[in-house]
């Protein structure tokens, strides 16, 4: 079955540096990747998405790359502020299977004035 | 941008009783709603995806007889626990997505359940 792992491990980095989270996922050819910011109690807020045929993508201080070869997507965000600070998911989506969505276990930043 | 509330944020419930939680999408046309359990530190799990009009499609290992889905209109889903047990005791979240690239889901607040 698939299997997506997030670092469970916190990171902490220092405000203004530039954090990079990673997810891999074993035995799934995702259509699409998506990531997701969650704060404690509430429920997931969509950042990026990219698509299997997609290397790259941006929206202001985020970043997102996607190695189907390495079945690996990692996540940046440049410049970094203390409000980064959260719980961030990536989630895959299939092509074959549209609507059905393997979510990783997250990672949790934590961003440091 | 799009909105989804759920309504209640917060319920206790005794063992046996029954549970509703109410998903709506606030500014937007839902074709399709999901709903999801998280325990603490873990995943979102699928629980079940429901279109608007039909039945359910519930992920192997939840039973449809105790997690009643009800996607009454293109605005509302509901989901209702069923005879709850401690076990049931969760973080529920709904998320719904209106069929527009690209693809996003937007997440509700979540319902945190605590069955005693």
């Known amino acids: 079955s698939q299997k997506i792992e997030q670092n469970s491990e916190a990171l902490n980095i220092q405000e203004g540096k530039t954090a990079t989270l990673t997810c891999n996922y074993t035995?799934?050819?995702?259509?699409?990747l998506q990531w997701y910011r969650q704060d404690p109690g509430r429920g997931p807020v969509f950042l990026l998405l990219?698509?299997?045929?997609?290397k790259e993508k941006r929206k202001e201080r985020l970043k997102v790359t996607f190695d189907t070869t390495l079945k690996q997507s990692l996540f940046h965000i440049t410049a970094s502020q203390p409000a980064d600070s959260a719980t961030y998911l990536c989630?895959?989506?299939?092509?074959?299977?549209?609507?059905?969505?393997?979510f990783g276990s997250g990672t949790k930043l934590n961003v440091k004035p | 941008g799009a909105v989804v509330s759920q309504h209640p944020s917060r319920v206790i419930c005794k063992s046996g009783t029954s549970v509703k939680i109410e998903c709506r999408s606030l500014?937007?046309?839902?074709?399709?709603m999901f709903w999801y359990r998280q325990f603490p530190k873990q995943s979102l799990m699928l629980m079940a995806t429901?279109?608007?009009?039909?039945?359910?499609?519930?992920e192997q290992g939840v039973e449809k007889d105790k997690f009643l889905i009800n996607h009454a209109s293109l605005t509302l889903s509901t989901l209702t626990v069923t005879s709850a047990h401690p076990e049931d005791s969760s973080f529920y979240i709904c998320s719904a997505r209106d069929g527009q690239v690209p693809y996003e889901q937007y997440f509700g607040p979540g319902t945190r359940l605590t069955v005693t």
């Open positions: 500014d937007f046309q839902a074709t399709t």
């Open positions: 429901s279109n608007e009009g039909s039945k359910a499609t519930y």
């Open positions: 035995n799934y050819s995702p259509a699409y």
């Open positions: 990219i698509r299997e045929n997609e």
């Open positions: 989630a895959l989506e299939g092509r074959s299977n549209f609507n059905k969505f393997y």
